[in-house]
């Protein structure tokens, strides 16, 4: 590791400045350290104003979301041995910057919202009358998309949607795979209804951003092709 490596920060406060400014500080790496916990050194130890969202420094909880050297990534897992003596930390693109490094969600949640993230299954009630218990081949087939930990990576990442806002995009329609390919799910026709447009799956011109941005490995791009071949499937059975 160098002796001591540059973080070249985006800075805005809006109430304050008429636009984004960036600022670069020196720090001496420690062995192991993240680019958080450069964040949290800056933050408690040279500049208290700074502002950055974060929670479990464990990369589940999706919180430190952040565009550094030219890539998204978390920054609780993002070692800054790995990037060089110069290193570039940016705000999620395309999402309104509330301060700093912080962006605002409303949209992502919005279209979170619009997918209907919960399990339906009102139709029947479960064998045992407990619980509905499912195959581990059936588990299998949806682990990937229940490991995403909502961090808006991919999100941010997809073209499409930095300029239609109503396109519900990679990381709504994954967690809409989530359930269509839950074999408790009884809501499939449902759930296909409100992707079956040029707002749901079939705005996706399959350009993988989004599969190579997600930090947990995850593939919306593939949770979408294949609610598409579902959707042409119920189209050609009547069904839709």
């Given at each position: 590791m160098t002796n001591s490596i540059k973080l070249t920060i985006y800075r805005r406060d809006?109430?304050?400045?008429?636009?984004?400014?960036?600022?670069?500080?020196e720090i001496q790496p420690e062995p192991g350290q993240t680019v958080l916990m450069a964040l949290y050194h800056l933050l408690d130890n040279v500049d208290k104003s700074l502002a950055f969202r974060a929670s479990c420094r464990s990369a589940v909880c999706g919180s430190c979301g952040m565009h550094i050297n030219?890539?998204?990534?978390?920054?609780?897992?993002?070692?800054?041995?790995?990037?060089?003596?110069?290193?570039?930390?940016?705000?999620?693109?395309?999402?309104?910057?509330?301060?700093?490094?912080?962006?605002d969600m409303t949209t992502f949640w919005d279209k979170y919202e619009r997918v209907r993230p919960y399990l339906i299954s009102m139709k029947n009630p479960p064998p045992s009358g407990k619980e509905r218990v499912q195959s581990i081949a059936d588990?299998?087939?949806?682990?990937?998309?229940?490991?995403?930990?909502?961090?808006?990576?991919?999100?941010s990442s997809c073209s499409l949607d930095w300029w239609d806002k109503e396109y519900l995009g990679p990381a709504a329609l994954g967690k809409m795979y989530?359930?269509?390919?839950?074999?408790?799910?009884?809501?499939?026709?449902?759930?296909?209804?409100?992707?079956?447009?040029?707002?749901?799956?079939?705005?996706?011109?399959?350009?993988f951003n989004c599969t190579e941005e997600c930090p947990k490995k995850i593939s919306p791009t593939f949770a979408i092709q294949e609610m598409k071949k579902k959707i042409m499937w119920a189209k050609l059975t009547g069904k839709l």
């Open positions: 809006p109430d304050l400045d008429t636009a984004p400014k960036y600022q670069t500080y030219g890539k998204n990534r978390l920054a609780c897992e993002t070692q800054l041995s790995t990037l060089g003596n110069e290193v570039l930390i940016e705000p999620l693109p395309h999402l309104p910057v509330l301060k700093d490094l912080v962006v588990r299998k087939k949806i682990d990937e998309y229940i490991d995403c930990i909502l961090c808006a990576c991919c999100h989530r359930f269509v390919a839950d074999s408790r799910d009884e809501g499939e026709l449902e759930r296909l209804k409100i992707v079956a447009s040029e707002e749901g799956v079939f705005r996706c011109h399959t350009l």
